[in-house]
């Protein structure tokens, strides 16, 4: 009952809300409802002003994902958390970059093996004990249910990816004398072109990524060179074999069409055969046939690999651009950006007709995609002579206004390229409009699991190289490790940007995420550390926190394990971890330090020992200084003679230490009476 008059009690408040915002036409004053804040709580006093009722809508038709929008919206990012396909399982949480590709790619190596257990035994998996059962959330059925030889079966096994049955089942029919459509074996060719004459797994991994871009130098007759050229041909996809299950196929069809060809040409493309692609579209005009503008993409694709001299590529691909032209093929936003895909291994001739490519799109009225602006920006700022900013700048205006959706396999590897483009520049604020166009809209979903490390990454470099240290430390704490995790080079920038910001006390909480991180065996981040902390004096609340990292290292190195080498120490880390340990009062362990020296042959310098002595002063203990008089005689310093100078005047010494410090005077005439008896005999 209460329930029900608060149900009421409010659909009254609604409808006199309703009554009260429209008033009579009558009345001298009337209101405005606006939803800008500038209007509200206007009273508007004009007579001319018509009346505005507001109408209660009935029904309100909502997003599918409205409700889980609104709740995202209430959520920030938590800088300190890791990513949240790892927050099921805290062991699998990982520490940084390498851990984080690992896991990740562990947990998908577990729905792969987990999907190939239901492809090998489907007959453990045929119960469904989902109420109501909803077809479309079910595995896949991926047994065949056509039994014998036929084109239908056929079919089924084309349209369940399997390779080999669908082979042996064609030439099964083949054998049999049974014709098989030509629709249906273009199918058959289109499977086994794309999977290179491979069978389908579910884990089959993507192709890798053609990176082999030429020096932009200004040479256009220079010839690309020949290893490179081969290596590149066989770089994608699993290799196209001579004569294989395609070509073979493709030589007894009775009858071949437009498709057949295309089909042909895009395979060969696609696994690296290139020369056989282009013959075959040379047999494709002889026989008088029209490719689609798919073919041409990927024959614009495979001109590097054509041609050696730059502009025997340029001249090819507008061969190709011809064709198009008088076969009638519109040319589509993909076919640009394999021309600009081209024009990047077309050294100094790429940067002006790159210009004209683009031109031409605005002319055709195709809106560029993020590929397009990748292969831009590969093209005038990859090489050491770097462009202006002007044409990233113009990328970045353009890229500022939109949210872009996936068009081409290109287009994640933009972000990437254009912050390395803002590194070398050392521009900051085109580094910052790009992130700012990053998290427009969904354009953040273009980085994947590696380029966002890649990405964060470079934008962190830059903004230490530029940046006050204030803004680089409040990057840091925002960013690590809930969008990235820092490599040792950005340790390396960062304690640069402290050092030159003369903020060496952020070293030691700087030292607690490098053992975080799992850098700190690393023997370039250990020596930058310790030179930091020991270069000057600091006050004795830094210094003992100096002292407590250096026992993190110095147990770094003290640490052997199974699957561990033993980090060694070198002469200036030793030096340093004295020099730390002297300066916070730890006579022990700075001792402990110096006796390091004499086990593995090296010397310290006399800073070192200097502050030793300053130490055992501090804390009054005249026989360290004794021993490091003794440590520096028989290493044959110089300064040991000085160091016992020292000892004399500055320690209040009992008769025992001061014989003691005799003998080793009389130990050192001794060796020098040695000698001058030998230069006599002489």
């Known amino acids: 009952m209460a329930a029900r008059r608060l149900a009421g009690s409010s659909w009254q408040r609604v409808v006199s809300l309703s009554r009260r915002c429209c008033l009579p036409a009558g009345r001298r004053e009337r209101y405005r409802c606006s939803s800008s804040s500038t209007a509200l709580g206007k009273t508007v006093e004009s007579s001319e002003v018509t009346q505005e009722e507001i109408v209660l809508p009935r029904k309100k038709t909502w997003d599918k994902l409205a409700v889980l929008q609104t709740l995202a919206s209430t959520v920030n990012r938590d800088p300190t958390a890791a990513h949240y396909m790892f927050q099921d399982d805290p062991f699998l949480m990982p520490r940084n970059a390498a851990n984080f590709r690992l896991f990740s790619l562990s947990k998908e190596s577990g729905r792969n093996a987990a999907k190939y257990i239901i492809k090998q035994f489907p007959q453990y998996f045929d119960k469904t004990f989902a109420e109501p059962n909803v077809p479309c959330l079910m595995p896949e059925t991926l047994t065949p249910q056509i039994e014998g030889v036929s084109e239908e079966a056929l079919k089924e096994r084309i349209h369940l990816r399997r390779v080999k049955d669908s082979v042996d089942l064609f030439d099964q029919l083949i054998q049999a004398g049974t014709p098989v459509s030509l629709e249906t074996t273009n199918s058959l060719l289109d499977l086994l072109c794309f999977y290179g004459d491979g069978e389908f797994t579910p884990e089959k991994e993507e192709e890798e990524k053609e990176d082999l871009e030429e020096p932009g130098v200004n040479a256009s007759e220079q010839k690309a060179p020949r290893r490179q050229l081969q290596r590149g041909s066989q770089s994608s996809g699993s290799g196209w074999r001579e004569n294989n299950n395609a070509e073979r196929i493709f030589k007894i069809m009775p009858e071949r069409n437009a498709h057949s060809y295309c089909t042909m040409i895009r395979g060969m493309v696609k696994h690296g055969a290139s020369a056989k692609a282009y013959d075959m579209y040379i047999d494709l005009l002889n026989e008088r046939h029209k490719a689609d503008v798919h073919t041409f993409n990927a024959l614009i694709t495979a001109v590097p690999y054509l041609k050696e001299r730059f502009l025997e590529r340029w001249e090819l691909a507008k061969v190709f651009l011809n064709h198009m032209v008088q076969q009638k093929v519109q040319p589509n936003l993909l076919t640009f950006n394999a021309l600009l895909k081209t024009l990047r291994r077309c050294g100094g001739l790429g940067r002006?007709?790159?210009?004209?490519?683009?031109?031409?799109?605005?002319?055709?009225?195709?809106?560029?995609?993020?590929?397009?602006?990748?292969?831009?920006?590969?093209?005038?700022?990859?090489?050491?002579?770097?462009?202006?900013?002007?044409?990233?700048?113009?990328?970045?205006?353009?890229?500022?206004?939109?949210?872009?959706?996936?068009?081409?396999?290109?287009?994640?590897?933009?972000?990437?390229?254009?912050?390395?483009?803002?590194?070398?520049?050392?521009?900051?604020?085109?580094?910052?409009?790009?992130?700012?166009?990053?998290?427009?809209?969904?354009?953040?979903?273009?980085?994947?699991?590696?380029?966002?490390?890649?990405?964060?990454?470079?934008?962190?470099?830059?903004?230490?190289?530029?940046?006050?240290?204030?803004?680089?430390?409040?990057?840091?704490?925002?960013?690590?490790?809930?969008?990235?995790?820092?490599?040792?080079?950005?340790?390396?920038?960062?304690?640069?940007?402290?050092?030159?910001?003369?903020?060496?006390?952020?070293?030691?909480?700087?030292?607690?995420?490098?053992?975080?991180?799992?850098?700190?065996?690393?023997?370039?981040?250990?020596?930058?550390?310790?030179?930091?902390?020991?270069?000057?004096?600091?006050?004795?609340?830094?210094?003992?926190?100096?002292?407590?990292?250096?026992?993190?290292?110095?147990?770094?190195?003290?640490?052997?394990?199974?699957?561990?080498?033993?980090?060694?120490?070198?002469?200036?880390?030793?030096?340093?971890?004295?020099?730390?340990?002297?300066?916070?009062?730890?006579?022990?362990?700075?001792?402990?330090?110096?006796?390091?020296?004499?086990?593995?042959?090296?010397?310290?310098?006399?800073?070192?020992?200097?502050?030793?002595?300053?130490?055992?002063?501090?804390?009054?203990?005249?026989?360290?200084?004794?021993?490091?008089?003794?440590?520096?005689?028989?290493?044959?310093?110089?300064?040991?003679?000085?160091?016992?100078?020292?000892?004399?005047?500055?320690?209040?010494?009992?008769?025992?230490?001061?014989?003691?410090?005799?003998?080793?005077?009389?130990?050192?005439?001794?060796?020098?009476?040695?000698?001058?008896?030998?230069?006599d005999r002489d």
């Open 352 to 679: 002006s007709m790159s210009l004209l490519v683009i031109k031409e799109m605005e002319a055709l009225d195709i809106e560029p995609s993020l590929a397009t602006y990748d292969h831009l920006l590969f093209i005038f700022y990859r090489g050491v002579d770097l462009c202006p900013s002007g044409i990233i700048s113009e990328v970045l205006d353009d890229v500022e206004k939109r949210s872009f959706t996936p068009q081409d396999p290109d287009d994640a590897n933009f972000f990437a390229t254009a912050m390395q483009a803002c590194c070398d520049l050392k521009d900051i604020k085109l580094a910052y409009r790009l992130n700012k166009a990053m998290e427009k809209g969904d354009n953040w979903k273009f980085l994947d699991m590696d380029r966002l490390n890649t990405y964060w990454s470079k934008f962190f470099s830059l903004l230490c190289m530029m940046e006050q240290i204030d803004v680089v430390l409040k990057w840091y704490k925002e960013m690590s490790p809930s969008l990235f995790y820092p490599t040792p080079k950005n340790i390396l920038d960062l304690l640069q940007a402290l050092d030159a910001a003369n903020q060496l006390e952020v070293i030691p909480s700087v030292w607690e995420d490098v053992k975080q991180l799992g850098f700190n065996r690393r023997q370039d981040l250990l020596e930058e550390v310790l030179s930091l902390m020991s270069r000057d004096q600091h006050p004795e609340e830094i210094q003992l926190a100096f002292a407590k990292c250096a026992e993190d290292i110095k147990a770094a190195h003290e640490q052997t394990g199974r699957e561990q080498a033993p980090l060694e120490w070198t002469g200036s880390a030793l030096g340093h971890v004295a020099l730390l340990f002297s300066r916070a009062g730890r006579t022990q362990d700075a001792w402990n330090m110096m006796e390091h020296f004499q086990q593995i042959n090296r010397i310290p310098t006399d800073k070192v020992m200097d502050e030793f002595l300053n130490c055992a002063k501090q804390t009054n203990c005249p026989d360290e200084a004794i021993k490091l008089v003794k440590l520096a005689a028989s290493l044959g310093l110089t300064s040991s003679q000085r160091l016992k100078s020292r000892t004399e005047k500055e320690f209040e010494l009992s008769e025992k230490q001061k014989k003691t410090l005799e003998s080793i005077k009389s130990d050192s005439d001794s060796s020098d009476s040695d000698s001058d008896s030998d230069s």
